[in-house]
T-cell receptor, first 114, second 113 residues
Framework: AQSVTQLGSHVSVSEGALVLLRCNYS??????LFWYVQYPNQGLQLLLK??????LVKGINGFEAEFKKSETSFHLTKPSAHMSDAAEYFC????????????FGKGTHLIIQP | GAGVSQSPRYKVAKRGQDVALRCDPI?????LFWYQQALGQGPEFLTY????????KSGLPSDRFFAERPEGSVSTLKIQRTQQEDSAVYLC???????????FGPGTRLTVT
């Protein structure tokens, strides 16, 4: 069975500082991994996805994530936080290439301090 | 182009009532997914359609939950005899193919009183 653990339900960083949101996964097969962002009262928007190609994946809004098989991790980073990055972030895993239902973590609320 | 739309956006139901939640996927998208998101939690998979065929309903929490997509486009999630624990946001997503990119709607917030 697949699962996702997101460390830290809330992360607070200063504007301009590095953003690091942690995600560890469990999967019995090579996984597909995703990061989604959710703004209040909106649906989830895909930030980036890992599909067994390059281990460093670049996404929208300056975010990127690195797949590390040895650590079963897929942490999300952004070099410099903006106020507009404040939102809920979800890591998700799929064993069916994303064509099946995704398994999500519980989410991390990112707070940006001015 | 329009994204995934869901209606109603908010629904209040008294315990024991039946509710129907609608999802309009992006035109031409083959796959359609339903998720349940409880307060403060990540979305949890309920069921999945490819065209009109329901290929996976392993996430439906009880036989009170029923989903259909009769013509392979619009889908309806029906909950019979609602209970308080059914209160959640119900998200619908669609995808074009097996690319893995699911596009989500804004959700329907169901409150059972």
């Amino acid at each position: 069975a697949q699962s996702v653990t997101q460390l830290g339900s809330h992360v607070s960083v200063s504007e301009g500082a590095l953003v690091l949101l942690r995600c560890n996964y469990s999967s019995s097969v090579p996984p597909y991994l995703f990061w989604y962002v959710q703004y209040p009262n909106q649906g989830l928007q895909l930030l980036l996805k890992y599909t067994s190609a390059a281990t460093l994946v670049k996404g929208i809004n300056g975010f990127e994530a690195e797949f590390k098989k040895s650590e079963t991790s897929f942490h999300l980073t952004k070099p410099s936080a903006h106020m507009s990055d404040a939102a809920e972030y979800f890591c998700a895993v799929s064993e069916g290439g994303g064509a099946d239902g995704l398994t999500f973590g519980k989410g991390t609320h990112l707070i940006i301090q001015p | 182009g329009a994204g995934v739309s869901q209606s109603p956006r908010y629904k209040v139901a008294k315990r024991g009532q039946d509710v129907a939640l609608r999802c309009d996927p992006i035109s031409g998208h083959v796959s359609l997914f339903w998720y349940q998101q409880a307060l403060g939690q990540g979305p949890e998979f309920l069921t999945y359609f490819q065209n009109e065929a329901q290929l996976d309903k392993s996430g439906l929490p009880s036989d009170r939950f029923f989903a259909e997509r009769p013509e392979g486009s619009v889908s309806t999630l029906k909950i019979q005899r609602t209970q308080q624990e059914d209160s959640a946001v119900y998200l619908c997503a669609s995808s074009m193919d097996r690319s893995g990119e699911q596009y989500f709607g804004p959700g329907t917030r169901l409150t059972v009183t």
